[in-house]
């Protein structure tokens, strides 16, 4: 497709097991995002991937959370022994170029909701 | 530290009045500023952006933002609401940091447009 896809869109998890949610990019597109957005809150940064390489991890919440992009393309979130606090919207996005720079755009996927009863 | 804060968490306003979403941004250097808006169940879209090189930003559906230094702001305005703009707007700083540019938002502002 033309856009950025996740999967899957509406994931229900009872505490303590494993998710995995799935990123695939705009074909073509270098930098790979991942951010976390809470009910009511703005998106928080996650990690990040420039092709397969992860630069940064710094966002993520704690050791559970597992993120990898092996090909340089399809990506995924992986949460384990999953919390309550778990419970979000979790939002892919991609750009084409390594650096920004000041454009800004980075394209969103409409996120995968999580929650975790 | 860069950050942005959107005063207002809700707006309310009727549909053909004008619309501000204000947001003040904290920066060591010149920022690079965006306003992001998000449709339920969709995902987030690019309204406009700043990157110093007109302080008077015009966006899609209408939308215009200005950059203001001296007050360290940057709100977003409209002149007459649709109920189609009925979304929640972030305001978002691009910070530049271990060689690439990542996105910080702001909470968010949710806008009800009422006919």
């Known amino acids: 497709g033309a856009g950025v896809s996740q999967s899957p869109r509406y994931k229900v998890a009872k505490r303590g097991q494993d998710v995995a949610l799935r990123c695939d990019p705009i074909s073509g597109h270098v930098s790979l995002f991942w951010y976390q957005q809470a009910l009511g809150q703005g998106p928080e940064f996650l990690t990040y991937f420039q092709n397969e390489a992860q630069l940064d991890k710094s966002g993520l919440p704690s050791d559970r959370f597992f993120a990898e992009r092996p090909e340089g393309s399809v990506s995924t979130l992986k949460i384990q022994r999953t919390q309550q606090e778990d419970s979000a919207v979790y939002l892919c996005?991609?750009?084409?170029?390594?650096?920004?720079?000041?454009?800004?755009?980075?394209?969103f996927g409409e996120g995968s909701r999580l929650t975790v009863l | 530290a860069q950050s942005v804060t959107q005063l207002d968490s809700h707006v309310s306003v009727s549909e053909g009045t004008p619309v501000l979403l204000r947001c003040n941004y904290s920066?060591?250097?010149?920022?690079?500023l965006f306003w992001y808006v998000q449709h339920p169940n969709k995902g987030l879209q690019l309204l406009l952006k700043?990157?110093?090189?007109?302080?008077l930003v015009k966006g899609i559906n209408g939308f215009e933002a200005e950059f203001k230094k001296s007050e360290t702001s940057f709100h977003l305005t409209k002149p007459s609401a649709h109920m189609s703009d009925a979304a929640e707007y972030f305001c978002?700083?691009?910070?530049?940091?271990?060689?690439?540019?990542?996105?910080?938002f702001g909470a968010g502002t949710r806008l009800a447009v009422h006919p």
């Open positions: 978002v700083v691009n910070v530049f940091s271990g060689g690439y540019n990542k996105l910080i």
């Open positions: 700043y990157t110093s090189a007109a302080t």
């Open positions: 996005a991609s750009s084409l170029f390594p650096r920004t720079g000041n454009t800004g755009e980075l394209f």
């Open positions: 920066s060591s250097y010149s920022p690079s």
